[in-house]
Structures are given as structure tokens and as C-alpha cells.
């Protein structure tokens, strides 16, 4: 089982629809999520990072936390064709190294 | 703030020869820095963690005497790519916290892609 897995996708999506991005974590004791936002051929660049239980947003995005069923989200609200991209879902291991998913990629057509 | 700068954003080098990659963090110290690779559509696959003043720690299965990794400052970390064959061709990526709590983000570099003809 991988440490962090994510659905490669596409995901497609209309713009101006609610892009629903999804992973899951194996380590139970893991205590800090992040999203990161990875354009092609650059280097990812944070989005959001969440530590409790609930929801956390920040502008049109939110970010979901389950710890009990180690189950992390991203919500993108009023979807842009300039959030295309691939989005990692990226855990701290207790050994405090930050593990990343695969990368679910977004296609938002205009 | 959180910048972190790496250089060069390419290279191109011949099979057998040496690169190396700084780490700079412009605005903040990091006694820590993390080197990545990530190859093509994959995702980022840590190296090794890089510690200022002391010896990298590196992940299974990353040789230590290829990836060559000093941290002689709190804002410099590099990675030297030694005796480059083809196979060590990807997009190898810096990052650092700027706080000393080990559940804080991580801020990336913008990478560099290297090629191995």
C-alpha cells in the first residue's frame, strides 16, 4: 500500500464548476496535509495545508480533513481554465519527511 | 518571504561528467533542505534530507557516493551529480521549511531539469 495515494485522473471539468480532488493516507499518526499545485515542467507550489479535523478555506479553495477515515480533499470552487494542472496531495510521515501522491491531474474546459 | 532559489534551472552535460545544483533560501536559514527527483509524470520521490553542518540522510535505494550533498551554511545546500549517466536525467527539486517545526510546509525551488546525453 502506498503512503499516499491519489487518483492520476484526468479529471475533467467544466469552468465554473466544483473540482473535487480526493486522497488517502496510510500512516494514522500522520498530523499535517498539504496541497500542492504543480504546473507542467515547473516545480509545485503550496496551496493549502490543514492539521485539524473539518474543513479549511482559503479563497475558492477548501480543504477537507478525516482523520478517522485518514482522508484528506480538495475543493475548487468556480473553476478557471488556469487551474489545470496536477495536484499533489502531500503528508508529513513521523519521521517528519513530507511524502507526496501521484498527482491528480484537472482539466478545466472553457 | 520563503523564497527558495535554485540554480541552474537547466543543464545539459555528457554521460559521465559532474553536475552541481545549489539550494539558496534568499529570506530565510534552513538547517534542513530536502532534495527531490521526479521524473516524468511521476510524482516528486524525495533523494535525501540535507543538514547544515553534518552528513545527508539519504532514502533507500539513493546511492550516497553519486549523490554527492554538502550543506555547508544555513542558507546553501547543494547536490553534485556525479559520474551523470543518461538514466540520471530528471527534474531534481530543493525545498526548506522556514520554521523549525517539522509539520510546516515545505517551500520548492523551481527546479532543475537535467539531461544526460
Known amino acids: 500500500q502506498k503512503e499516499v495515494e491519489q487518483n492520476s485522473g484526468p479529471l475533467s471539468v467544466p469552468e465554473g464548476a466544483i473540482a473535487s480532488l480526493n486522497c488517502t493516507y496510510s500512516?494514522?499518526?500522520?498530523?499535517?496535509f498539504f496541497w500542492y499545485r504543480q504546473y507542467s515542467g515547473k516545480s509545485p507550489e503550496l496551496i493549502m495545508f490543514?492539521?485539524?479535523?473539518g474543513d479549511k478555506e482559503d479563497g475558492r479553495f477548501t480543504a477537507q480533513l478525516n482523520k478517522a477515515s485518514q482522508y484528506v480533499s480538495l475543493l475548487i470552487r468556480d473553476s478557471q481554465p488556469s487551474d489545470s494542472a496536477t495536484y499533489l496531495c502531500?503528508?508529513?510521515?513521523?519521521?517528519?519527511?513530507?511524502?507526496f501522491g501521484q498527482g491528480t491531474t484537472l482539466q478545466v474546459k472553457p | 518571504g520563503a523564497v527558495v532559489s535554485q540554480h541552474p534551472s537547466w543543464v545539459i552535460c555528457k554521460s559521465g561528467t559532474s553536475v552541481k545544483i545549489e539550494c539558496r533560501s534568499l529570506?530565510?536559514?534552513?538547517?534542513?533542505m530536502f532534495w527531490y527527483r521526479q521524473f516524468p509524470k511521476q510524482s516528486l520521490m524525495l533523494m535525501a534530507t540535507?543538514?547544515?553542518?553534518?552528513?545527508?540522510?539519504?532514502e533507500q535505494g539513493v546511492e550516497k557516493d553519486k549523490f554527492l550533498i554538502n550543506h555547508a551554511s544555513l542558507t546553501l545546500s547543494t547536490l553534485t551529480v556525479t559520474s551523470a549517466h543518461p538514466e540520471d536525467s530528471s527534474f531534481y527539486i530543493c525545498?526548506?521549511?522556514?520554521?523549525?517545526?517539522?509539520?510546516?510546509?515545505?517551500?520548492f525551488g523551481n527546479g532543475t531539469r537535467l539531461t544526460v546525453t
Open positions: 540535507s543538514n547544515e553542518g553534518s552528513k545527508a540522510t539519504y
Open positions: 490543514i492539521y485539524s479535523n
Open positions: 502531500a503528508v508529513i510521515s513521523n519521521t517528519g519527511k513530507l511524502i
Open positions: 525545498s526548506a521549511r522556514v520554521s523549525g517545526d517539522y509539520n510546516s510546509p515545505l517551500h
Open positions: 529570506d530565510f536559514q534552513a538547517t534542513t
Open positions: 500512516d494514522r499518526g500522520s498530523q499535517s
